[in-house]
């Protein structure tokens, strides 16, 4: 296959705006730190998804947070991967900040952004039953029982759709080709993959090749909290930007260097490559 052929076909760029009803695309891509974001809030993504799920190809929904930030200047299988995006989400109130800024700078009419188009995973997973049309959904990752769970509580919730789990506890290649066999005898409409960062991206891009067409969305540790394994942060907190006080007051040793340490080196990578930009651009 050429790279256009491992590449998530049914890109927004090429998708016809005029199908979504509206007769032209409501969102645009915002640069940000050296990246891109798409700002829609729960509402539009699932309104979005309702579209996504009748195409030909494969969609890939990203997110982005400081630690997506760092992983995409750093790792070049997760930049691989979010280079072709369709939809990245912002998931964090400095990407929402940033991003805003963008808006204003380029006077982007009728963009600015609120603390809506700041969205997780479970501002929007658990309400999947919404999206009209959707009858089958993966879920790949997470412990065993806190995937069996998650599987459980979405049934519940929108009984008409049919989700089936995958547990991403001791993965490897080979647990990685099993489950892509079974996934694609399931033929998942969605698939959602919450290996974490950046596993479940490293999953994604190695296995193009593989996967069947579909939307895929990166969901990190949203099984745990679906399942009730994991306590979430009050969503209140997201809207003041200390959501990660709350997360790592709760799990110091898991998110204590991602949230102390990993922020000054993305500062130090952003700044390396500004530094860069200006010293080429002087000699030019």
């Known amino acids: 296959m050429n790279s256009r052929d491992r590449s998530f076909s049914a890109n927004s760029r090429e ?17 940000v730190f050296e ?24 969609v890939f929904i990203g997110n982005h947070n400081l630690h997506s930030l760092y992983l995409n200047l750093t790792d070049s299988k997760f930049s691989r991967l979010y280079s072709l995006a369709d939809f990245i989400l912002i998931d964090g109130f400095p990407i929402l900040c940033a991003a ?7 006077r982007a009419p009728g963009v600015r952004l609120r603390g809506k188009h700041r969205i997780g995973s479970l501002d929007w997973v658990p ?17 065993p029982q806190a995937n069996a769970e998650a599987v459980k509580r979405l049934s519940a919730t929108s009984p008409h759709i049919a989700y089936r789990g995958w547990e991403g506890s001791s993965w490897n290649q080979k647990r990685s080709m099993e489950v892509i066999a079974e996934v694609r005898a399931f033929r998942p409409q969605l698939t959602l993959v919450g290996l974490g960062m950046p596993l479940q991206e490293h999953f994604l891009e190695g296995n193009l090749d593989s ?39 709760t799990q110091p040793r898991r998110l204590g260097y991602r949230y102390l340490v990993e922020p000054w080196k993305l500062l130090a990578v952003l700044t390396r490559k500004q530094i860069i930009r200006k010293s080429k651009y002087g000699q030019d």
């Open 211 to 249: 996967l069947p067409d579909g939307v895929y969305a990166t969901v990190g540790g949203a099984f745990d909290q679906i399942a009730g394994l994991q306590k979430a942060a009050p969503r209140f907190l997201g809207d003041y930007g200390v959501e990660w006080l709350w997360r790592l007051l």
């Open 127 to 143: 309400r999947l039953g919404e999206v009209a049309g959707l009858r089958r959904v993966a879920m790949i990752g997470a412990s």
């Open 15 to 31: 998708l016809d705006a005029a199908k979504r009803g509206n007769g032209k695309l409501p969102y645009r891509a915002l640069p």
């Open 100 to 106: 805003n800024f963008e808006a204003v700078a380029r």
């Open 35 to 58: 990246t891109h974001v798409t700002p829609l809030t729960a509402d539009e993504l699932l309104r979005e998804l309702t579209f996504l799920i009748t195409q030909r190809g494969r």
